[in-house]
């Protein structure tokens, strides 16, 4: 009998011990870091004067096409079928331009995004390794997009202000 209670006692001391130093995880917002880095606020100021130019340039080709639309609507009486389907062909063709780049700009745009974000993120996944590392996370969980609505506080914490210290401590 006294050999089964220190075999029990024994095997409770070692569950113990394992429940102690189960797995450890860190959870962090990946986006609210990555809007808090200065460098995304001059990426976004960026972005914006580049989205600015491209708008700009939309609404000249939008203005060169409306004044074409209201000479062809004007003239449309008094012109020759020849010069009608010509004038008909460069309506046709100014739109197809005007259409084109604005797909275009979008695309450069969201190139553009995604290459002036490349570095940042780069950044703020060192860090986060690091912290990883550091705090002996088995990993660490982005709770962005409600993806784990519910984790439990003995096996994880949160890893924000760890990952804040230090990437404000290695502003580059």
Do not use: W
Not at 16 to 40: H, I, V
């Amino acid at each position: 009998m006294k050999k089964l209670f220190v075999c029990l006692a024994a095997m409770l001391l070692c569950l113990a011990a394992a429940a102690q130093t189960g797995a450890k995880y860190g959870t962090l917002s990946y986006d609210a870091l990555l809007r808090e880095m200065p460098e995304y606020g001059l990426l976004q100021s960026r972005l914006q004067s580049l989205r600015a130019a491209y708008q700009s340039e939309v609404r000249y080709n939008e203005q060169v096409f409306e004044t074409m639309f209201a000479d062809y609507l004007g003239g449309q009486a008094g012109f020759a079928p020849a010069i009608l389907e010509k004038r008909q062909r460069d309506l046709q063709e100014a739109l197809e331009k005007s259409l084109a780049f604005r797909a275009e700009a979008d695309s450069l745009l969201r190139a553009a995004e995604r290459d002036m974000l490349a570095p940042i993120r780069a950044r703020l996944d060192s860090v986060v390794a690091e912290v990883g590392a550091e705090r002996g996370y088995e990993f660490i969980l982005n709770t962005d997009a409600a993806a784990f609505p519910y984790i439990h506080s003995s096996v994880a914490e949160d890893a924000m202000p760890f990952v804040r210290e230090k990437l404000n401590a290695r502003k580059e």
